[in-house]
């Protein structure tokens, strides 16, 4: 067949690709096609301010251009688009769990497929009243939860160590592709068949990739119909699961430590080191086209494109990142744990520094746009640095704890855009630069942490059977070698 000749493990590298870059596409695409539901009054929001004293100067709005939303929700968005994260968070832990012990091909495809139904009942919803909106996207949230955890959970499975940073960078490509694509064609959508086209566009998408799911994707190599003997074998060996003690079945039934867990410092260091990455990555994803509109004054045709550029950069981090980390430690340049020091560096401190030098550019749009690419961009480079960690810390448990790290990590989309909505209560550049401070603040003080803190060693939690002192220190050399 035409998949035949592809290495299993790269089909299901390639079909967790795509489903977390629609399931990112559903997640950013209201953040532009608000811009077009919404109506906005930029004159008359400032009335205070002349234009030279703290806003940019652009071009007038007339009074019909600016009623041309249909909703009066002024006062609404910050609280509609972090409605998504409320169901989202709240369902990463249980949908690690779940993957766990029902298999990640059950809970992933399902959770896409509510997804994109919901999604294409949003245009009714917003229509009825904002609350059935905001419930919709909760629901789309908290199904679009099931997807990161289980395709965690299925990477310690297909994938050795020698390629799981790599493979697991790739796969989360998917996030920064989902958002460009769903930032260009959002606007380009919006434009060409009004706001609703976006999300019957996005939201048919997700529901047909369901198909080709329940077709080729599968939860281990060992229940794969076509995968070569050789390629098993490779993997098995590779992973440690073709070893009787670490069999499916006593994966699963075994009890998860959840105090040990909970209580585990190296697994907080971890986690807060997310939330840096996540503020920065949040406050752009859900805030930037507002700015892009209110501040710089960008049409939401060029804002959807514009919006779009630092995922672009945010992409190549991704991948370049999460290539050279392992490139540097299977050749023995570095250890595993000084890639991450290296690469949550430059995440957390580039990122940061980006942000800070935006609050002294005034309104150079040229400036600020380069600046808003780099930010992205050099925040991406956590994925070659510790984004993984919870494999090192508990690998047995990778489905749980990475339910954990991304409740914490998505809990941020809720209270970014909130924080920022006091903030902003008037589009002004003094409120914007307060904003741009948090952004720069939030993950320099979380890289810090991690850098004093952080850890690749396995957690005594972690294991399955008893194992002896004396053996764990080398299981811990032959990881940090990784």
């Given at each position: 067949g035409v998949f035949s000749s592809i290495p299993a493990r790269y089909m299901m590298a390639c079909m967790c690709l795509i489903g977390i870059t629609l399931q990112y596409a559903i997640k950013a695409f209201l953040s532009v096609a608000i811009v077009a539901m919404v109506k906005t009054d930029i004159n008359a929001s400032v009335p205070q301010y002349s234009y030279d004293e703290d806003t940019c100067p652009g071009e007038e709005v007339s009074s019909s251009e600016s009623e041309e939303g249909e909703f009066d929700w002024s006062d609404m968005q910050g609280v509609i688009l972090s409605s998504y994260y409320y169901g989202y968070i709240a369902t990463q832990l249980l949908a690690g769990r779940l993957s766990e012990i029902f298999g990640s091909k059950r809970v992933l495809g399902p959770g896409l497929f509510i997804s994109g139904l919901m999604t294409v009942l949003g245009p009714v919803a917003a229509r009825t009243h904002v609350g059935f909106l905001i419930a919709t996207r909760i629901i789309v949230g908290a199904a679009s939860g099931l997807v990161i955890p289980a395709v965690n959970n299925l990477l310690p499975k297909w994938f050795v160590p020698q390629e799981i940073s790599f493979i697991g960078g790739t796969i989360m490509a998917g996030i920064p592709v989902g958002i460009i694509i769903s930032m260009i064609l959002s606007g380009v959508l919006a434009d060409a068949g009004g706001w609703p086209l976006v999300f019957y566009f996005f939201g048919g998408l997700t529901i047909i990739f369901m198909i080709p799911w329940l077709c080729l994707a599968f939860d281990c190599p060992e229940e794969h119909p076509t995968i070569s003997e050789v390629e098993?074998?490779?993997?098995?060996?590779?992973?440690?699961?073709?070893?009787?003690?670490?069999?499916?079945?006593?994966?699963?039934?075994?009890?998860v430590p959840w105090f040990e867990i909970l209580t585990s410092w190296p697994i907080w260091v971890h986690n807060i080191m997310g939330m840096g990455y996540a503020w920065v990555s949040f406050t752009l994803l859900n805030e930037l086209p507002t700015y892009l509109s209110q501040i710089l004054h960008y049409k939401i045709q060029e804002n959807g494109l514009i919006s779009s550029l630092p995922y672009v950069s945010s992409g190549i981090g991704v991948v370049v990142s999460s290539y050279l980390s392992q490139m540097l430690r299977r050749k023995g340049y570095i250890s595993h744990l000084t890639a991450y020091w290296i690469f949550n560096s430059i995440s957390g401190f580039g990122s940061g520094l980006c942000l800070l030098i935006i609050t002294f550019s005034g309104c150079d749009k040229t400036v600020i746009v380069i600046l808003l690419v780099c930010a992205l961009g050099t925040a991406a480079f956590y994925q070659g640095g510790s984004f993984l960690n919870h494999v090192d810390l508990g690998r047995n448990y990778t489905g749980t704890i990475a339910g954990?790290?991304?409740?914490?990590?998505?809990?941020?989309?809720?209270?970014?855009?909130?924080?920022?909505?006091?903030?902003?209560?008037?589009?002004?550049?003094?409120?914007?630069?307060?904003?741009?401070?948090?952004?720069?603040?939030?993950?320099?003080?979380?890289?810090?942490?991690?850098?004093?803190?952080?850890?690749?060693?396995?957690?005594?939690?972690?294991k399955l059977c008893c194992e002896t002192e004396q053996s764990k220190p080398e299981s811990n050399k032959q990881a940090g070698a990784i």
């Amino acid at each position: 067949g035409v998949f035949s000749s592809i290495p299993a493990r790269y089909m299901m590298a390639c079909m967790c690709l795509i489903g977390i870059t629609l399931q990112y596409a559903i997640k950013a695409f209201l953040s532009v096609a608000i811009v077009a539901m919404v109506k906005t009054d930029i004159n008359a929001s400032v009335p205070q301010y002349s234009y030279d004293e703290d806003t940019c100067p652009g071009e007038e709005v007339s009074s019909s251009e600016s009623e041309e939303g249909e909703f009066d929700w002024s006062d609404m968005q910050g609280v509609i688009l972090s409605s998504y994260y409320y169901g989202y968070i709240a369902t990463q832990l249980l949908a690690g769990r779940l993957s766990e012990i029902f298999g990640s091909k059950r809970v992933l495809g399902p959770g896409l497929f509510i997804s994109g139904l919901m999604t294409v009942l949003g245009p009714v919803a917003a229509r009825t009243h904002v609350g059935f909106l905001i419930a919709t996207r909760i629901i789309v949230g908290a199904a679009s939860g099931l997807v990161i955890p289980a395709v965690n959970n299925l990477l310690p499975k297909w994938f050795v160590p020698q390629e799981i940073s790599f493979i697991g960078g790739t796969i989360m490509a998917g996030i920064p592709v989902g958002i460009i694509i769903s930032m260009i064609l959002s606007g380009v959508l919006a434009d060409a068949g009004g706001w609703p086209l976006v999300f019957y566009f996005f939201g048919g998408l997700t529901i047909i990739f369901m198909i080709p799911w329940l077709c080729l994707a599968f939860d281990c190599p060992e229940e794969h119909p076509t995968i070569s003997e050789v390629e098993k074998d490779y993997i098995l060996t590779g992973t440690g699961l073709g070893n009787k003690e670490y069999n499916n079945e006593t994966k699963k039934s075994h009890p998860v430590p959840w105090f040990e867990i909970l209580t585990s410092w190296p697994i907080w260091v971890h986690n807060i080191m997310g939330m840096g990455y996540a503020w920065v990555s949040f406050t752009l994803l859900n805030e930037l086209p507002t700015y892009l509109s209110q501040i710089l004054h960008y049409k939401i045709q060029e804002n959807g494109l514009i919006s779009s550029l630092p995922y672009v950069s945010s992409g190549i981090g991704v991948v370049v990142s999460s290539y050279l980390s392992q490139m540097l430690r299977r050749k023995g340049y570095i250890s595993h744990l000084t890639a991450y020091w290296i690469f949550n560096s430059i995440s957390g401190f580039g990122s940061g520094l980006c942000l800070l030098i935006i609050t002294f550019s005034g309104c150079d749009k040229t400036v600020i746009v380069i600046l808003l690419v780099c930010a992205l961009g050099t925040a991406a480079f956590y994925q070659g640095g510790s984004f993984l960690n919870h494999v090192d810390l508990g690998r047995n448990y990778t489905g749980t704890i990475a339910g954990i790290y991304l409740t914490v990590y998505n809990a941020m989309g809720v209270i970014a855009p909130l924080i920022i909505d006091m903030i902003v209560d008037k589009p002004t550049l003094s409120r914007w630069k307060i904003v741009f401070y948090v952004g720069a603040a939030v993950p320099v003080a979380c890289t810090i942490l991690y850098l004093l803190f952080g850890t690749i060693q396995e957690q005594c939690w972690n294991k399955l059977c008893c194992e002896t002192e004396q053996s764990k220190p080398e299981s811990n050399k032959q990881a940090g070698a990784i």
